[in-house]
């Protein structure tokens, strides 16, 4: 199981069940932050922005690929992933605020359009956190084989 995961987050097609979704929105999610700790050790502001900003990037593709196989789960288009691609400059907006190396983290001071991009984003945070937990369907629909039944039933879904 653990090597085939790689290969079910880089791919658009196809199901997630709640626990296989959970362990690689875990694994993206530290690999990433390792990533940057591990790189941004004795280098300055800017490199340990670009690599933050970039590790944001990347996180948050993945992160949608992994909703869109949730979406496929639950019988929906992974198009509607698309709808989370305006949280990805946001996190990364954010993570660059609170970094502690930023002067302006201490005065407070956020750009007009921080306060309304975040709670108009909540609703879709909302959202996509009901798609991740909650379960899909246990029948085989138009993006493959349940990942909730066993392998072998998998491999004999009946027609219909």
């Known amino acids: 199981m653990l090597a085939s995961l790689p290969a079910r987050l880089f791919s658009l097609s196809g199901r997630l069940n709640v626990p296989e979704a959970f362990l690689l929105q875990v694994l993206v999610a530290g690999l ?31 992160m949608l690929f ?16 698309v709808l989370g691609l305006p949280l990805i400059p946001l996190a990364a907006y954010r ?17 007009w359009w921080y306060m309304p ?4 984003s909540m609703p ?3 959202a996509s956190l009901g ?10 629909n138009r993006y493959g084989p349940s990942p909730r039944r ?3 039933e998998r491999l004999t879904t009946p027609d219909t």
């Open 117 to 120: 991009a975040t709670l108009l």
């Open 66 to 81: 992994l909703l869109t196989k949730r979406l496929h789960d639950h019988g929906w288009s992974g198009w509607w992933a």
């Open 95 to 111: 993570s660059w605020r609170v970094t502690l190396l930023n002067p302006e983290v201490l005065t407070g001071h956020d750009p």
């Open 124 to 126: 879709l945070i909302v």
């Open 131 to 140: 798609v991740f937990f909650i379960p899909g369907g246990s029948q085989a």
């Open 150 to 152: 066993a392998p072998s």
């Open 32 to 62: 990433g932050s390792v990533l940057v700790y591990a790189l941004s050790q004795g280098v300055g502001f800017r490199r340990e922005l670009e690599l933050r900003l970039a590790s944001d990037a990347l996180v948050g593709l993945g």
